[in-house]
């Protein structure tokens, strides 16, 4: 059984990062700023905000996953359906 504390981070995969003199002071403020808002803008739907758009949607297909998500060209557009959150009701 290997320990959870003897995992190395993916940071030290980086190839600046074994030359940084301070490695454990990551940023929290600007972490903290930057998970709130992909979570608030992915939540509410914030036109710019959301990281679900055509590129996310296409890799979802190439991983062959959530097949409902995927793009619907029509004619010479390509529309997006709405991602089902856990803020709306599930249809029977």
């Known amino acids: 059984m290997t320990n959870i504390w003897k995992k190395k981070s993916i940071f030290f995969y980086l ?21 709130c808002d992909n979570l608030i803008g992915t939540l509410l739907n914030i036109n710019g905000k959301t990281n679900n758009g055509l590129n996310a949607r296409l890799d979802l297909i190439q991983m062959n996953i959530r097949g409902e998500l995927t793009p619907i060209e029509m004619g010479k557009r390509t529309y997006l359906p709405p991602p089902v959150t856990p803020c709306q009701k599930m249809k029977k």
């Not at 190839?15 to 998970?35: A, F, G, P």
Request: aromatic letters at 10%; a neutral charge; one cysteine or more.
């Open 15 to 35: 190839s600046y990062w074994s030359r940084l003199e301070v490695r454990h002071c990551i940023d929290v403020m600007h972490v903290e700023k930057n998970v």
